[in-house]
Structure formats: structure tokens, C-alpha cells
């Protein structure tokens, strides 16, 4: 990226309205856009994390999806 040339020690993220957007467009069940925009806004320790996502992908059938 041309910014990494200018700022080298930068770290590229994505925006939280890029990723709600992203979602809301994507995403036709709105139980799991509630549950995908609560990890956007929580604070999760790691391991907090691990285990509310993979009940997420659980709780939708997605655990097979990549």
C-alpha cells in the first residue's frame, strides 16, 4: 500500500461503519447482524471472544463456512 511507504509502522484496520454497512447489506438474518455488531462494540478478553463466536457460528449453522 502507498500509505506504508509515507507511515511505515501503520496497521490498516476497517472502519466501524464500513463493517456495519458490510453487514446490514450482506447479511439477511437480523439476529446474527445484533449478535456480529456486538462483537464490533464489546470489549471480549480472548478468550471471551473464542467462546461467544464459536457459539455464534453455532447457534447459525456456520461453523463449516470459511
Given at each position: ?28 438474518d ?28 453455532e447457534?447459525?449453522d ?5
Open positions: 500500500m502507498v500509505i506504508q511507504q509515507f507511515i511505515p509502522d501503520s496497521t490498516h484496520r476497517l472502519c466501524d461503519c464500513y463493517l456495519g454497512n458490510n453487514v446490514s447489506r450482506n447479511v439477511k437480523p439476529l446474527f447482524e445484533y449478535g456480529f455488531v456486538d462483537f464490533m462494540y464489546n470489549y471480549y478478553t480472548n478468550e471471551e471472544f473464542d467462546r461467544k463466536w464459536a457459539a455464534l457460528l447457534k447459525f456456520l461453523t463449516e463456512n470459511k
